[in-house]
């Protein structure tokens, strides 16, 4: 076997499970039943105290010097991310928020050809437009409810979903936990000024610590990891599968059901993304030699 194929296999294998970790976070969000502020607050501190904690026991800085603008841009990107889906669960549908973040491939393809200078193929442009037509029936289906505003918020995660797996794809050397521990604490500071952190109840402080030291650090690590071995846009199309399991996990424990115009815009954005990704692999197939 050679080396690029393993290293291909490495990264689907650390996409996947990373995915898999990550499609309950909509869950653990609405299970924690706090505000929004004291959930990204409480996650972010122990995202931070717990890969921090590891960081320092392999002390491995070396690996940041020379990228730290480039750290810095992540570890804010990170934030942002975090911050903004809280944000979208507590504002919109579970439904809504994961297919809207299941766009991050496209955001990741734009930001490739307008920051990395790579071309983008007339047919990723023509998924960009048709997903895009599948997002505006989502937002339509929001436009006389309060669920507008978390549909912005999540439009804004997947924004900051691609262009981190972008610059994470051009800094491969680049170690990623410093950087979930530095995204951590700042998405913590932001939402400390809005946050009541010690007005919460038992279980809320269980749930919180499940997500916050071990699901969405171990999470994190592993899609973050998987841009070494491939490309941005690849490891965001897994993203597809948050979009169903993430929907069914609060549809089957919690009863929320997704409304029609969600079902309709994201079967239209699902398919759209399928049939680009495949379309892709197929295109690589053709142009690999033997």
Do not use: K
């Not at 309060?146 to 680049?174: D, E, H, I, K, Q």
């Not at 941005?232 to 993430?246: K, M, Q, R, T």
């Amino acid at each position: 076997m050679s080396l690029e194929l393993q290293d291909h296999r490495r990264g689907l294998l650390l996409a996947t499970f990373g995915i898999l970790v990550l499609s309950v976070d909509s869950l653990l969000v609405r299970l924690a039943s706090s505000d929004g502020w004291n959930i990204v607050f409480w996650r972010g501190s122990l995202m931070a105290l717990s890969v921090g904690v590891l960081y320092c026991r392999r002390r491995r800085l070396a690996t940041l010097r020379g990228h730290e603008g480039a750290a810095l841009l992540s570890a804010l990107l990170l934030a942002a991310m975090s911050t903004l889906f809280v944000l979208a669960v507590m504002h919109t549908r579970v439904a809504n928020v994961v297919v809207i973040l299941s766009t991050a491939p496209l955001f990741a393809a734009l930001f490739t050809r307008f920051c990395l200078n790579e071309a983008v193929s007339a047919r990723t442009w023509m998924a960009i437009a048709f997903a895009s037509l599948g997002l505006l029936i989502v937002f339509a289906g929001s436009m006389q409810s309060a669920g507008m505003l978390g549909n912005v918020y999540a439009l804004g995660a997947s924004a900051a979903v691609g262009g981190n797996l972008t610059l994470l794809r051009r800094f491969p050397a680049m170690d990623r936990l410093p950087l979930i521990a530095v995204g951590g604490l700042v998405s913590a500071v932001i939402a400390l000024p809005m946050a009541t952190p010690l007005r919460l109840d038992a279980g809320s402080y269980l749930v919180l610590a499940v997500m916050g030291l071990v699901q969405m650090p171990l999470a994190t690590a592993l899609i973050n990891n998987a841009t070494r071995y491939l490309p941005s846009a690849e490891v965001a199309l897994f993203y597809l599968v948050e979009a169903i399991l993430g929907t069914l996990w609060v549809w089957w424990i919690l009863g929320e059901r997704p409304p029609g115009a969600t079902v309709y815009g994201g079967a239209l954005t699902l398919v759209t993304l399928v049939a680009n990704a495949w379309l892709g692999l197929r295109a690589r197939a053709a142009a690999s030699p033997g």
